[in-house]
């Protein structure tokens, strides 16, 4: 009996640890704890062969996604850097996927990882604030001592908030602080950051969760913005246009590249697809489909596509057949977020989410068949 609590405690410590270093992109520590983490809990968990074999599914998605992205020589200058990304996302995406296991404490560890994902946001976007960095393009990491991607941070704090909203919703608790955090996120994110995507994930998460809230608050807002707008001299351009979101609009570059690269992804079996825009000179496309085009071909982004699109039918299933919470909305957040920016090549913090969302729907299918 000693001898398991101190195993439980050690591997509770270690999965602290290993959210710790993940939340703050700790790179070693994550790849090294992570690792850890999935030996203990293979060894406390026994699996059954269903669940295993969505193990391996997920896990040959990576073999594709790193044996062609290093062999079609468009990472060739950067290999190294590939196989450590590829590490972490293997590494603590598996963690996450695990996760489940631990029934009825799922959702306090998933609380910790969102937790302190938004300290990491939280610290980077109000340091930059108050030491007068415009927001948009332009904010500092003090963790790493350099200006980073805003709307990389933007996403991050968005979809964080939005998750732990989605948790705290499903206990029925701590609705004051979620109505803070959106509040504080829209904010940050939508204007200070100018995260078009962020700001309309919110609108479409808020619409479709709290339906009836959202028609009460127009009913309320809008003849208060009226109101202020006949009465009074402020200028709601101005307003909204901190972080150049209103002078930007709708206009963006990448439609471009996405009509370029959904038009030219045939020709890219296993990879090589490259960016073609004279506005843009990254050598992403922003898109997870087609970043995957890019490093590993349409054959490996059609077996992702699979993934999704199975975890999706299990979702529908999980909610109409089983009766469990499946975070099915939260799942459609992420796809779109994901549509529109990094995934496998920036957003790892993120993507743990999206495995944890599918560990989590295979995971009550197969227990809970076993059970009936």
């Not at 496309?285 to 054959?299: K, P, Q, S, W």
Request: charged residues 15%; aromatic residues 20%; contains cysteine.
């Amino acid at each position: 009996m000693i001898e398991k609590k101190f195993y439980d405690r050690t591997l509770s410590l270690i999965i602290l640890f290993a959210i710790f270093s993940i939340s703050f992109r700790l790179y070693a520590l994550t790849i090294l704890l992570s690792l850890l983490s999935i030996v203990f809990i293979f060894k406390k968990f026994k699996y059954n062969r269903r669940f295993i074999t969505s193990i391996f599914f997920v896990f040959l998605f990576f073999i594709f996604y790193l044996f062609f992205g290093i062999n079609n020589g468009v990472l060739t200058d950067s290999i190294d850097k590939f196989i450590l990304k590829q590490m972490l996302f293997i590494s603590s995406g598996f963690l996450f996927f695990l996760l489940p296991a631990f029934r009825d404490n799922e959702f306090k560890i998933l609380e910790k990882f969102l937790i302190l994902s938004l300290i990491y946001y939280y610290s980077i976007v109000i340091y930059s604030y108050y030491n007068g960095f415009v927001g948009y393009n332009d904010i500092y990491n003090p963790f790493i001592n350099e200006e980073i991607n805003s709307p990389l941070i933007a996403l991050l704090g968005t979809l964080s908030a939005i998750s732990l909203v989605d948790i705290n919703q499903m206990k029925g608790k701590n609705k004051l602080f979620n109505i803070v955090l959106i509040v504080s996120i829209l904010y940050l994110s939508g204007i200070y950051l100018g995260s078009r995507a962020s700001l309309f994930l919110i609108l479409i998460y808020i619409t479709l969760r709290f339906s009836k809230l959202v028609i009460y608050s127009i009913s309320i807002v809008l003849p208060i913005l009226l109101i202020v707008y006949l009465t009074s001299n402020i200028n709601f351009g101005d307003v909204l246009d901190v972080g150049g979101f209103a002078s930007r609009g709708l206009q963006s570059s990448r439609f471009g590249m996405y009509t370029y690269g959904f038009s030219h992804m045939w020709d890219f079996p296993f990879g090589g697809l490259k960016v073609l825009s004279h506005t843009y000179s990254g050598s992403w496309f922003h898109n997870m489909f087609l970043d995957i085009i890019r490093v590993a071909g349409f054959t490996t982004m059609f077996y992702w596509v699979f993934i999704l699109l199975s975890t999706t039918v299990i979702i529908v299933y999980n909610k109409l057949y089983k009766g469990i919470k499946t975070f099915g909305l939260l799942f459609i957040i992420y796809i779109l977020a994901l549509s529109q920016d990094l995934a496998f090549d920036g957003q790892y913090n993120i993507m743990c989410i999206v495995f944890f969302i599918i560990g989590y729907n295979v995971y009550n299918l197969v227990t809970i068949k076993e059970h009936d």
